[in-house]
């Protein structure tokens, strides 16, 4: 590694407010929540084929607690089938709808992705192909019979047949079916931007694309086996959550198993106490006993574990970043450090000019006059904020180039880097006065050649604005023939608008930010500063990167990283969580696992919050589930036994109408509680940054401590309402 | 001073005494682990057996090791159980019969000490000396090598190893236990117990009629009994015959042995660990508990209503006279949050309710503070499931102390947590159902339940204290018990050492402001509840039936 500069954590000054910029596209404004969709009550009526159709044991198996949930059903009714009372039924009819409500909520989450693999399916049109043969002629080959490395035409109007890199020509390019976007973007050859995707359509121009794609992988493809999660594997939080899950299960089958010798025994010590429809002379009945076992397991997790993960990945999809994996959604979450590309993440995307210093006694608006004039022809991002800096700030009128009479523009150009005006004069004469604006460098020599000099204190600016992460402009005047230096425009980076604070909540979070910039050392060091990031990686190569990510690896963390370029590659593969964007190469796309289709390398912060909301639901509704077992069992127990035992009516500290109606309400409890959650598990629990104690907190008062009160209140409203009906009287 | 006055302060010199030992015997035990030195008389026993001390085990090596030394055990023991009438001073009592030495020699090698057996008439004093009290010293050592292969687990990165078994057997028994035993053992001589290899001697009483008493080593076994929280007494009665337990000042002293290391393992685990706030926070939790059970029990037996206890100001039957009720039930309280399962009152005399808080201790897994070493692995385990819960819910792969808890550790904790709530249940369901077993029942009805239940839950908890009342000396309880307690004892060691595996090869990932912090009140408060919330759970629909089903009015 040649000239990497890590800086020590920095701790940045306080750098005064900067001036308010326009709105940015993709721009962080102030901390805010990560929300879903809203839950459409027809979805759920759309959804309930989908949800019989998943009782299917076959399928259901998979899912230990509620496969459960169905055994016990099916048993129930069978025993309400020989003994016909209305409360057996009553029981029966809510442990199938608690079995259904949980595939419900699934088919819902799947519901949702299944409506956008359609819209994706419609952009997959079987078009016809122009490939160029060896020969150097064209044929044409339906586009789903192209291979790897065929090389196809395609021009203005024209579908892109599949997946590949622009290896000729430039052309805008419709990508909207894909990202949504409907402004065209550039694609053109060689680069960082000649990537295409199958399925977008070429506006202008032609190009010749090598297809990178192997038949029927193509990108869309992919996408729409993602959305509609076909093959969603399980996380491996998931997998370890069901692994509990499944080990409550069993603990809760024991705990009623082998209630029932314990119930018989009690009864049998009672002889004189009539049977009740919970007790009899062979124990707790078969109906009460699934009851029971049916609200203790921890259904309400249960039900809603995979449809928690659909929507996860659903929630980046609406925010249009394709994962190709959950393990990495999940990493997300986990991410210890965060490499942030300088631009366009950390500052918008160019530099731009925020002060005018005269030199040698001139007058501070001549040079913005000046300083004006020579960048009217200059058509980079530079150049035009030289202009409405001036304009801003000093009043000067925009001018058209057409508007001034007698001046022969000069453009910026990469060879010059200069760009200026001739004023005055006649046309073929010399010119009265010479306006050049350029790179101090290039400037001091034009100043040198035309006999001028250059006052001590431009080299000092020069060095002082260089030396603060700025780029120094010299702006001079020749007129006559005698060059002299007017003063200097320093261009500065400009941080986005809350990106401070967005670091600041990182740093709660316990996630590093390091920013990768291909600038030197000193001039990192103040951007870093004024962003507040943590670190800084200076002068980076992709090599540097790559190392940079191995070594914060070797400590244990995790990396997150975004990339778009070829040489990314390597660092987007090594990284936990890689975000290529969409508009970079094939080569990034595919070393990454997840691509972002906006292009907006600031969705890094998005995807880690859509991660830990991810997990953070997951506990939540567990903890809530666990406790929710504390009233079901008061519910429940003296229900039973109160007969037998008088004394544990005590524990019936709801209140309950009758045992059949306490057994019924925490039976319909528990299945409506599933209903319930269903919009908090597709939206994820609201996530706001902050550190792990105070989150814990938040969550354990909210989910533990609501989930032990809620099912008291939920039971007894419950019960309320249904003590009137047959059955539960 | 009254007896209320007389209990608190002798609980709160218990907590001071305790509290000042934590540190400094903490920090020894450290040593002990962490020494790279072999004492000459260690370096014998490893030449003897044929190990490598400086050889570090994988974690089922270190397993097999754990079994095979158990195994061998419990064969010795069998052995001498069954051949005493062959052996010297064997004070002419007859070899066990083989359900009985079945049970008897699998209940010390476990650490539980259940006794189906009276001492003073079933046992020689070889038996009681070469057998019973050497399983008293190696079998809480075993419960300790275990915890500290785990903590282990949680320090080491990038490795499969968890340490040498036989040299963390030998440094217990012979840096740890040995000498405390031997001092405490003179202490309680001083006290007043006895020591001596006499046989049964005809005593005149002082009202004149004769009595038969048995001396023998008491004062010996007495000290490793209640300091390797074993709990098999050298008489029936336990620590309530004036022999083992002679004054109110011993019965405070082998309260302080049966929860020394207990409480003081914490700081050893904290010093290993290399933040002893996390040693700090796990003792907190343990000690909440016990003294939260402590309140609850005395309170329930000083708050009884019936006759006879409003009469004597609280309910007293069963309770020695010379220790009082606060006395008694701080004895009751720590032997049911332990492992040792001594009693000094007898626990089927408790009111229901009272009684229902030692049931619950024992199901609380005993982890506050629990057995030798057994008390901080369990702890360490809720520690992990609790971790579990609490890292989902601020939204990262859950991690304890560095170490990700996926789902291969999940597995081990979960399997853990599953294992003795089974044994219990399934043996109490199994004995509730069977006509002979419920016969063997003193009394009818609920309280009869609860004696078969306390019976299965001390046996799979390897506690070893008894509800008494019921009669267990019969093949089926001898077998079925014998079965829980190695079933209670072992398959949770299997799942704590591959948990240390999974654990020692993870490289850990470092500490930032995303990480749960586990040494802080908060996390000592949820991992309190979660303990509480599993037992309560797990075993409401049992204690239901049983102690609250006599106990609520």
Redesign the interface.
Known sequence: MSTTAIGAPVSPPDIPAHPAHPAQPGQPGPPRQVRGGLLDPRQLWRSAPDALRKLNPATLYRNPVMFIVEIGAVFTTVLAIRDETAFAWLIVIWLWLTALFANLAEAVAEGRGKAQAEALRRTKTDTLARRLTPAGGEEQVPAPRLRQGDRVVVEAGEFIPGDGDVVEGIASVDESAITGESAPVIREAGGDRSSVTGGTRVLSDRIVVEITQKPGESFIDRMIALVEGANRQKT??E???N??L???T???V?????????????KA??PGIPDTSALGGNGVTGIVLVS?LVC?IPTTIGALLSAIGIAGMDRLVQRNVLAMSGRAV?AA??V?TLLLDKTGTITIGNREAREFLPVGGTDEHELARAAQLSSLADETPEGRSIVIYAKNTYGLRERAPGELTHARFVAFTAQTRMSGVDLGGSAGGQPASEVRKGAASSVMAWVTERGGTIPPDAGELVDGISASGGTPLLVAEATDGAARVLGIVALRDIVKQGMRERFDEM??????TVMITGDNPLTARSIAEEAGVDDFLAEATPEDKLALIRREQE???LVAMTGDGTNDAPALAQADVGVAMNSGTSAAKEAGNMVDLDSNPTKLIEIVEI??????T???L??FS??N??AK?FAI?PAI?AA??P??D??NIMRLHSPQSAILSAVIFNALVIIALIPLALRGVR?RPA???R???R??CL??LGGLIVPFIGIKLIDLAIQFIPGAR | MNTTTAGLVFVVVLVGALALSYGPFGDYMYRVYTSKRHLRMERAVYRLVGVDPEADQRWSTYLRSVLAFSVVGVLFLYALLRLQHRLPLSLGFAGMEPGQAFNTAVSFVTNTNWQSYSGESTLGHLAQMAGLAVQNFVSAAVGMSVAIALVRGLTRKRTDQVGNFWVDLTRTCLRILLPVAVVAAVVLIAGGAIQNLHGSRAITTLAGGTQRVTGGPVASQEAIKEFGTNGGGFYNVNSAHPFENPTSWTNWLQIYLLLLIGFSLPRTFGRMVGNTRQGLAIVAVMAGLLIASFAVNAGFQMAHHGTVPSAVGAAAEGTETRFGIPGSAAFASSTTMTSTGAVDSFHDSYTSLGGATLLVNMMLGEIAPGGTGSGLYGMLILAV?TV???????????EYL?KK???R???FA??Y??TT??VA??G???A??RPGE?AGMLN???HG?SEVLYAFTSAANNNGSAFAGITVNTNWYNTALGIAMLAGRFLPMVFVLGLAGSLARQ????I??????TQ?P?FAG?LA?VAV?VV???????L???P??????
């Open positions: 491996p939080n997998i370890a959550l692994i509990l499944a080990s409550l069993i603990v809760f024991l705990a009623v198993a082998t209630l029932q010798p314990l119930a018989i025994f009690s010590q009672q029971l203790l999940e979450g986990d210890n740093r709660r979070m316990g996630i590093r400590g244990g963390k991660g830990k909301q991810l997990l953070i997951r506990g939540a567990t903890t666990i406790a077992d504390v069992y127990i036994f037998v035992y004394g544990l005590t524990l996530y550190s792990a104690s989150m814990l907190r969550n354990l989910y533990g | 499931i579990f819960v609490a890292g989902l819910m601020i939204g990262r792969t859950p560095g808890i996926g789902s550790e999940i597995k979960s399997l947590i599953l709530p089974a249940l399934i109490t369901a199994a509730m159902a419920r009818a009805g609920a339940l490289q850990p990932v470092p930032s402001a995303g990480t749960l912090p802080r908060q949820m509840g919330i309560a759970l797990t075993y409401f629909p049992a239901a039936l049983g609250l089903a006599e106990g609520l009015h």
